[in-house]
Structures are given as C-alpha cells and as structure tokens.
C-alpha cells in the first residue's frame, strides 16, 4: 500500500492569509486527490490533482480559493488561501492504487485551525 | 443522487462486546463500498473494501457484509478492544461512472469502548 506523508499536521492561522500543505508519496500515482471534511462532517472531495495540467475541482470549489499543485507523480500542494474560520477543518490528501483492486489511500491530514 | 448513512451517530460498549455498525445508501448500483477508520484528527485507514459482486470482507476481528438489494452494509467488529476506539466511515463510488476516487462518504460512527 502507498504511503503518504502530509504535512503540516496541524496549523493555527490568522484571517485573510493562506496555508500550503504538502503530500508526498512513497510511489509514484497517476490520481492524487484532495478532500476537506469539516467539523461534525464527512469527507468532501475538492479537487483532482492532475499532473502536468491544471486541477479538475467540485462543485463548490475554485482554483482562487484553492489552489493546487501537481509538479510531478510523487508530491502535490494544497494552498487555502485568504483563510477566514469557516475554512477551519481536516485536508486530507488521499490517492487512487490501481491493481487487482482499486483502493483509496489517505495521508494523515492536516488540522487547521483559523482564527 | 446517492446519499449514505451511518447509524448509529455514536455508540459506547464495554470492551469485550461484539458490536455492528451499519451502512446505508440509497442507489444500490454501486461499484464497490469501503470502510475506513479515522482517528482523532488523523486521516482515514482503509480496514476493507467489498466489490459489488461479494457479499462480505474479513479482516481478523473484522467482518463487513454487503446487501446491494436492501442498499446496506455492516461492519461487525468482535471482541471489541479500548484500541477499536474511533470514528468509522462507509464510502462509496459514485453510481454512474464508478469513479473510486470520488468517495461519497457517511458522516461515521463515533466508537467508545470502555476499558
């Protein structure tokens, strides 16, 4: 199975900046995802992070907000920019293993907390 | 549009207690369902994954099962442990085009179990 190293694992920030987070993976992974579960929820895909072109990202979700990075098959960034607190959640970096079966891996997220 | 859910939202057993949590979604053309653990702000740890053709998984303590017809699945842990102690998620692809990357999650179930 992949393993997945995300970080920071937690962060406090202040209004109106913006975070990055990182996920490395031991393999290289054609599908890289990225998902926000918020408090007392369940997990939210944001966006598909392709690599070589831009993010595919859901309903609800835009590059502005956003941004994502894929420079190569290994790693991805996450920016939550110009953070207010409802952006207060887990991000949580996950991707696909094909094979005999596909299966979904998650990175052990980062908890952010914006004041 | 398929919508899953989980209930119970919470439950707290002694250890030593066998227990089953349970899964529903409302379109039962699904590809595949997944349960996940996910502990306190940590990411999510794959525990099984059921194909559409199985009726259930197991893994050591663990037994999921699968009624596509009913639109349910059950997580049966035995022998329950203080470490079985975390929130548990169902996933499941989306019907049309079961994409396993986009995972519509359950809000979870949070587990206690008392030493």
């Known amino acids: 199975s992949a393993v997945i190293s995300q970080k920071p694992s937690r962060d406090i920030c202040q209004r109106g900046t913006s975070l990055t987070i990182q996920c490395q993976v031991d393999?290289?992974?054609?599908?890289m995802f990225w998902y926000r579960q918020q408090p007392g929820q369940s997990l939210t895909l944001i966006a598909t992070?392709?690599?070589?072109?831009?993010?595919?990202?859901e309903s609800g979700f835009v590059i502005d907000k956003f941004p994502i990075s894929r420079p190569n098959l290994t790693f991805s960034t996450l920016t939550v920019s110009n953070m207010s607190p409802e952006d207060s959640s887990i991000y949580l970096c996950?991707?696909?293993?094909?094979?005999?079966?596909?299966?979904?891996?998650f990175g052990s997220g980062t908890q952010l907390s914006v004041l | 549009k398929q919508e899953v859910t989980q209930i119970p939202a919470a439950l707290s057993v002694p250890e030593g207690e066998n227990l089953v949590l349970n899964c529903s979604f409302t379109?039962?053309?699904?590809?595949?369902l997944q349960w996940f653990r996910q502990d306190p702000g940590k990411g999510l740890t794959s525990l099984l994954l059921?194909?559409?053709?199985?009726r259930e998984q197991t893994s050591g303590r663990l037994n999921a099962s699968l009624d596509k017809s009913s639109g349910r699945s059950t997580l049966y842990i035995a022998a329950s442990q203080p470490g079985d102690s975390a929130t548990y998620l169902c996933?499941?692809?989306?019907?049309?085009?079961?994409?396993?990357?986009?995972?519509?999650f359950g809000t979870g179930t949070l587990l206690a179990v008392q030493p």
């Open positions: 996950s991707v696909l293993q094909t094979g005999v079966q596909e299966k979904l891996f």
């Open positions: 393999s290289q992974v054609t599908m």
């Open positions: 992070a392709n690599q070589g072109s831009e993010a595919t990202y």
């Open positions: 379109d039962s053309a699904i590809y595949n």
């Open positions: 059921i194909q559409s053709s199985q």
């Open positions: 996933a499941v692809p989306p019907v049309y085009g079961g994409a396993t990357n986009k995972l519509i």
